[in-house]
């Protein structure tokens, strides 16, 4: 798609170039809802947002939209928070202990906001290494054995220790006779609970926030849970950031398939909990 700011209009066009996005603009971003002036979005003029929603005409059909017609833009529907809000005041407050600066960093490159990346990078170029601390949030989230020396005051407490637990929920079908002939089911969904930066930070795209969106960072859910169905996969990515398994539990039940047989349906659920120490 061609985005070009530099036309030239006559007057007669230039109502319709104006009328071709509202004055407050509609957003769903990666699945969270956002309302805000069309005057902000095109606020930076070098942004891709600006591109996107500049008045040329009818630039409004080129972008895509959500089955309730706002525009559709699949990017980190939370972090895009923290893109408006320097849109609006060329400035950026994050909540202490914000675990997410990197991501937040990769939005900002995204969007072509540089003076915004700038306000997100490490300012410790001329710090020696014995007052840097190991980001190991980074590493995680990109899998690679590169090492980013991160200073002491942006990296969070919590950031290096905590627990993971992984569920899942099985079942199979089994005859009296035989065991030859018992039917399992396949995991129907792997269960992620923990600190939600830290399931973040291990499982990154594969993790399925849809139950619980909008929870902080900081905070703990239950409600998570992974794209894929492979348990030793969300194994090895635990264990690759550091984890290591510290206790586990299982319980089964068994129910009578009908009255007229005596198959029983045998069903389990198992936690596997993991924890990291705490780096220095």
Known sequence: MALSGNCRTNPKDQAVVQNSFPDVVELNVGGQVYYTRHSTLVSTPSSLLCKLFSSKKDASNDLARDPKGRYFIDRDGFLFRYVLDYLRDKQVVLPDNFPEKGRLRKEAEYFQL????????????????????????????????????????????????????????????????????????????????????????????TLNESRDPDRTPDRYTSRFYLKFKHLERAFDMLSECGFQMVACNSSVTATFVNQHTEGKVWSSYTEYVFYRKLLF
Do not use: W
């Open 114 to 205: 540089p003076d915004l990346v700038k306000l997100l990078s490490p300012d410790d170029l001329n710090h020696s290494p014995d007052e840097c601390f190991h980001s190991d949030y980074e590493d995680g989230s990109q899998g690679s054995d590169h090492r980013q020396c991160t200073p002491s005051s942006l990296v969070p407490a919590d950031r290096k220790s905590g627990f993971i637990t992984v569920g899942y929920r099985g079942s199979c079908t089994m005859g009296k006779e035989s065991q030859s002939d018992a039917k399992f089911r396949r995991v129907p969904r792997i269960l992620i609970c923990g600190r939600v930066a830290l399931a973040k930070e291990v499982f990154a795209d």
